[in-house]
T-cell receptor, first 107, second 114 residues
Framework: KNEVEQSPQNLTAQEGEFITINCSYS?????LHWLQQHPGGGIVSLFMLSSGKKKHGRLIATINIQEKHSSLHITASHPRDSAVYIC?????????FGTGTSLTVIP | GAGVSQSPSNKVTEKGKDVELRCDPISGHTALYWYRQSLGQGLEFLIYFQGNSAPDKSGLPSDRFSAERTGGSVSTLTIQRTQQEDSAVYLC????????????FGPGTRLTVT
């Protein structure tokens, strides 16, 4: 059993659509991260959450600690958002990663 | 300033040989992390160094893997007696002390074991 599960695995959207990527985890965490991996392989840290909601530009991340669930939303999606989005949790001494959601935004 | 750098960018080695992968973190970053990403697989955490504290090695996949960090800066990940299943991209990241959520990733070393 994976400690972190993401859904969907693959997602194709039309430009402008609202996108939601889900992450569920089974371990006790001190923080949850959302990462973005570009087609060339580079990884960027998007958000760290320990509670509530964070917004950065068109990206919104929420977490429900009781339900052990987080969502990443992208509003007004754009082709440059095409990437793999990875959910990661930190337990205090270990990171666990989801397998990623591959997003393709079509113009 | 420069980002996280890793060397070599690509490494092809024969099964059974030892390899060393190097990571140069961003200057001033006291935390350093190693990850592995196998083809078609997700990221796998290996080890992280937090300042001068001894690292938690429980994420290393076998005793053939070891990591050092000299002088609180450069880190080397060593894989002894490489196996084909070690083929992966090895990623290094660094951050300021305690700021695990602001990790800056290096470009990775692509290791191929033949």
């Amino acid at each position: 059993k994976n400690e972190v599960e993401q859904s969907p695995q693959n997602l194709t959207a039309q430009e402008g659509e609202f996108i939601t990527i889900n992450c569920s985890y089974s371990v006790g965490i001190s923080a949850l991260h959302w990462l973005q991996q570009h087609p060339g392989g580079g990884i960027v840290s998007l958000f760290m959450l320990s509670s509530g909601k964070k917004k950065h530009g068109r990206l919104i991340a929420t977490i429900n600690i009781q339900e052990k669930h987080s969502s990443l939303h992208i509003t007004a999606s754009h082709p440059r958002d095409s990437a793999v989005y990875i959910c990661a949790v930190f337990t205090g001494n270990q990171f666990y990663f989801g397998t990623g959601t591959s997003l393709t935004v079509i113009p | 300033g420069a980002g996280v750098s890793q060397s070599p960018s690509n490494k092809v080695t024969e099964k059974g040989k030892d390899v060393e992968l190097r990571c140069d973190p961003i200057s001033g970053h006291t935390a350093l992390y190693w990850y592995r990403q196998s083809l078609g697989q997700g990221l796998e955490f290996l080890i992280y160094f937090q300042g001068n504290s001894a690292p938690d090695k429980s994420g290393l996949p076998s005793d053939r893997f070891s990591a050092e960090r000299t002088g609180g800066s450069v880190s080397t990940l060593t894989i002894q007696r490489t196996q084909q299943e070690d083929s992966a991209v090895y990623l290094c990241a660094s951050s300021f002390q305690g700021r695990i959520y602001e990790q800056y990733f290096g470009p990775g070393t692509r290791l191929t074991v033949t």
